[in-house]
């Protein structure tokens, strides 16, 4: 063994893809994975020559580095492929990016109403401060959209409430959108791509797992290892620096494995449980008390070859457990062998050792199968088999603690000389594959290059750059006392409710007739010229009372903003004045 090779431990896409750059520098790598075949969490399962993505990996990225890569890789293999997905709540079926006619149609027009009404007042009134998702989430669509569109689904996901969900996760990972941008979105198409709302994607022909497999291969090709079936049980360090790691190959006694460099991307809790020495007993409970959710992948084959449009659904449904649901050959119709059937993957999140973990898989699939009928998305009798697919360590889980036990983790690895951890689950964070895959780039070019890249800065961003925190609470804190209300938004939503209240108003008095119908509502023909008290009249009095509310919105925003600058620059004189007058008094 080459005592000068780069070790890597984990064959998902950050580690191949720190492999693969490595590999293009000239130097040496070996790779151990503990799993059959490479991937990770972004791997692709088959089973009787269907091909299952474990949640669905959209290969779309705003960083060009990532976007040469698979093409690099995977040429004309690389599809491009159309987005659909929808929400099923309350047993109806809403397209996601919104759709006015059937967003309302779903929910009614007193509910959507009511959601404007509330995204008014919060848009107002919001939390002062940011701290949970709930907060993040209601400060931006209101607490209605909320209950109605979030609550519910991410629970599912994370296992604990959105009070205690910390808002650093939808910050990271719904950056961008706002009720304002889902709005746009349903009239216009936006100068600029909010990542949450992208309409196309990209994708291998025959599943992610394609792509870590052709890198294996180009890996291997420059005459380095990937090493399947081979877990790390130890691993073995000398004051500050990482010596070796010791593994159990298919089932052989343990072997050692000496290198110069260490790449870890496997889950940073147990990376610290098996070092040895081990570290302080503090860094170990700090490591222990950081969690991950788990995902269990119900893969069902339909005999039926079209099922629904969608690429996937989330569920919102609490009647069901599952999540998700993806429709695979939707993603590409190569995943299925055969043209006159489908497949599908029902997603369940759960905590390894729940009930639902323990469920052996023919009960799951039995599940798998009552649920998929029960949404509606297959009929039971053409459901003619399927398997189950546990994956661990699927999310690192922003409860209310794991801030604080992750800078105590993070400080600690930042002392080794020899060890950089990345990818989601090395630096315990929710990033995308893309994102990984940049942590493994970065990686590979501080060995071998000598650069010196902060791979834990790598967020959703191309540019990457996290503000500090004293920074951020000072920028929030000016965001929240001088906060600018957006005048388009606000003209939209008070235009929005002014219309459907004269519009459900002249429709009412129409309905409800007598002598002298509607004679007050009558007097607005004054300022509406051919509005009248009628069912035809209902609309143009939409039209009016939208028009009206959002002139009224707009002028309340502009007035409203001028007055906060306006105070803000008094304020600002008037603390340089206070300043200087300190400074001329310690002189």
Not at 145 to 166: A, N, Q
């Amino acid at each position: 063994m080459n005592s000068d090779s780069v070790v890597i431990i984990g064959a998902g896409p950050a580690g191949l893809t720190a492999a693969y750059e490595l590999s293009k520098l000239d130097r040496h790598v070996v790779v151990v994975e503990k799993q059959d075949r490479v991937g990770g969490l972004a791997r692709t399962e088959d089973y009787r020559g269907f091909s299952f993505d474990l949640g669905g990996h959209r290969f779309f990225t705003k960083v060009d580095e990532v976007n040469r890569l698979w093409r690099e890789i995977l040429g004309d293999d690389l599809l491009t492929r159309p987005r659909l997905s929808r929400i099923y709540y309350n047993r109806k079926f809403f397209y996601y990016p919104l759709r006015p006619l059937n967003a309302v149609a779903g929910l009614g027009l007193w509910k959507s109403l009511l959601i404007l009404l509330s995204y008014i007042r919060w848009q107002i009134f919001s939390h002062r401060q940011e701290e949970t998702f709930e907060q993040w989430v209601t400060n931006r669509f209101g607490k209605r959209l909320f209950e109605t569109f979030f609550k519910t689904y991410t629970e599912k996901v994370w296992g604990i409430p959105c009070s205690e969900l910390r808002a650093e996760w939808a910050a990271q990972r719904i950056r961008g959108l706002s009720l304002k941008t889902a709005l746009l979105n349903m009239f216009v198409t936006p100068a600029t791509t909010i990542k949450t709302l992208i309409e196309q994607f990209q994708y291998p022909r025959l599943g992610p797992g394609m792509m870590w497999n052709a890198v294996k291969s180009q890996i291997e090709r420059r005459q380095n290892e990937v090493r399947l079936n081979c877990e790390v049980i130890a691993i073995c360090r000398n004051g500050n620096r990482i010596e070796s790691v010791e593994v159990c190959h298919s089932g052989q006694p343990p072997e050692r494995i000496a290198g110069s460099a260490f790449i870890s991307t496997m889950p940073i809790n147990d990376l610290l449980a098996k070092l040895d020495p081990p570290p302080p007993a503090e860094i170990l409970e700090s490591a222990q008390k950081l969690r991950y959710r788990d995902l269990i992948v119900v893969c069902l084959i339909v005999a039926k070859r079209e099922l629904f449009p969608d690429n996937w659904i989330y569920v919102h449904d609490p009647g069901v457990s599952v999540g998700r649901v993806q429709n695979y050959k939707n993603w590409s119709p190569d995943m299925v062998p055969d043209p006159d059937k489908s497949s599908l993957g029902l997603e369940y999140f759960c905590s390894r050792g729940d009930d639902l973990w323990n469920q052996p898989d023919n009960e799951l699939l039995q599940l798998g199968k009552r649920e998929a009928a029960a949404i509606g998305l297959a009929d039971i009798d053409d459901i003619e088999g399927g398997c189950v697919v546990r994956v661990p360590y699927a999310y690192p889980v922003y409860d209310a603690d794991y801030r604080t036990h992750l800078n105590a983790v993070r400080a600690f690895v930042g002392g080794f000389d020899n060890l950089q951890t990345i990818g989601r689950n090395g630096l315990h964070r929710y990033n995308n594959q893309d994102h990984a895959m940049m942590t493994g780039l970065l990686a590979a070019r501080n060995l071998a290059l000598g650069e010196k890249h902060d791979v834990w800065s790598v967020n959703t961003e191309p540019d990457y750059l996290e503000e500090t925190v004293a920074d951020a609470a000072f920028e929030e804190s000016l965001a929240q006392i001088f906060s600018k209300l957006d005048r388009l938004s606000f003209g939209l939503a008070v235009g929005s409710v002014c219309g459907a209240l004269l519009f459900v108003a002249t429709l009412w008095l129409t309905i409800k007739g007598g002598n002298d119908v509607g004679a007050n509502l009558q007097l607005l023909r004054n300022y509406f010229p051919g509005y009248r008290v009628t069912a035809a009249g209902s609309i143009l009095g939409f039209a009016y009372g939208f028009a009206s509310g959002f002139i009224m919105g707009w002028s309340f925003a502009f007035l409203r903003n001028a007055t906060m600058f306006l105070s803000l620059a008094w304020l600002q004189r008037k603390a340089q004045r206070g300043l200087l007058r300190k400074v001329f008094d310690y002189l």
